[in-house]
T-cell receptor, first 111, second 112 residues
């Protein structure tokens, strides 16, 4: 299995608070991705990174920001959490854009 | 919108081959066929991918028809741990900003 960890694995927070999720890899892969998974929608891309400090938006980026200051870490921040952001968040990595490997996921509940 | 069509569910007896079909009649010449699976509450797991030739790895075989409009994922000796949702995805291979589009997939139940 690819060396990907996500933290925290579970989080409960209140509406309006900022939340940061962390994805950490030990594979030195260049590309990193954040997805969310919701019933009826499958996985949807939030943001991705194609290198340190290089990021771009996915299809559901509103309300989210990301940062990548070093190769191994990709942070996802919910600037002001809303109940619609209750979801399971998956990080993925890719060496060459061809195949993506996923982390174990973070379950976020926004009350 | 997903570019693939898969049956919603299938059963397979433990130890038998599981053959999961996928239709992708609008596939383009530069698009690959990828297969992932997701075991309950876990992250999606990459299985295999191919362009037009049949592919095999330690997990599965991928058979792509000559016209590339359909494919079959074969798990040669299914075990209970293969119970999962299997996703067939069509995507341009080397394209970092093209997300993996997961449809509804096929829920495979391996039965003892």
């Amino acid at each position: 299995d690819a060396g990907i960890t996500q933290s925290p694995r579970h989080k409960v927070t209140e509406t309006g608070t900022p939340v940061t999720l962390r994805c950490h890899q030990t594979e030195n892969h260049r590309y990193m991705y954040w997805y969310r998974q919701d019933p009826g929608h499958g996985l949807r891309l939030i943001h991705y990174s194609y290198g340190v400090k290089d990021t771009d938006k996915g299809e559901v980026s509103d309300g989210y920001s990301v940062s990548r200051s070093k190769t191994e870490d990709f942070l996802l921040t919910l600037e002001s959490a809303t109940s619609s952001q209750t979801s399971v968040y998956f990080c993925a990595i890719s060496r060459d854009q061809e195949t993506q490997y996923f982390g174990p996921g973070t379950r976020l509940l926004v009350l | 919108d997903a570019k693939t069509t898969q049956p919603p569910s299938m059963d397979c007896a433990e130890g038998r081959a599981a053959n999961l079909p996928c239709n992708h009649s609008t596939i383009s010449g530069n698009e690959y066929v990828y297969w992932y699976r997701q075991i309950h509450s876990q992250g999606p797991q990459y299985i295999i991918h191919g362009l037009k030739n049949n592919e095999t790895n330690e997990m599965a075989s991928l058979i792509i028809t000559e016209d590339r409009k359909s494919s079959t994922l074969i798990l040669p000796h299914a075990t209970l741990r293969d119970t999962a949702v299997y996703y067939c995805i069509v995507r341009v291979g080397y394209s970092g900003n093209t997300p993996l589009v997961f449809g509804k997939g096929t829920r495979l139940s391996v039965i003892a």
